[in-house]
């Protein structure tokens, strides 16, 4: 069983930067493929990026691209998302989640975290 627990959320203004963490403990974090996803009030959750086991291969969603950067560190046990430029639609509860594949797709996900607050004030 893998327990995720993310970090690194707040109240930024718009155009800030924020570094967001995740660490795994219980399980091997190297074998599993990980994901960040978001939740705006009133929204359905969305995908913002993901990561191969391996941190070769990262894929981000069009709305992030170019502001936010998925990484992992193995040897932390750790993901994160560096997230520039923000914007007040960047304001949402983030979620990181472990898998067995590389997906935008969360159900493919088996492990999930508590989620951290972003508020982004204009």
């Known amino acids: 069983q893998v327990q995720l627990v993310e970090s690194g959320g707040g109240l930024v203004q718009a155009g800030g930067s924020l570094r967001l963490s995740c660490r795994a403990s219980?399980?091997?974090?190297?074998?599993?493929?990980m994901g960040w996803f978001r939740q705006a009030p009133g929204k359905e959750r969305e995908f913002a990026a993901a990561?191969?086991?391996?941190?070769?291969?990262?894929g981000h969603a069009s709305s992030v691209k170019g502001r936010f950067t998925i990484s992992r560190d193995n040897a932390k046990n750790t993901v994160y998302l560096q997230m520039n430029g923000l914007k007040p639609e960047d304001t949402a509860v983030y979620y990181c989640?472990?898998?067995?594949?590389?997906?935008?797709?969360?159900?493919?996900?088996?492990?999930w975290g508590q989620g951290t607050q972003v508020t982004v004030s204009s």
């Open positions: 989640a472990a898998g067995n594949f590389m997906s935008m797709t969360e159900y493919v996900y088996n492990y």
């Open positions: 990561i191969s086991r391996s941190g070769r291969n990262t």
């Open positions: 219980g399980g091997t974090f190297s074998t599993y493929d």
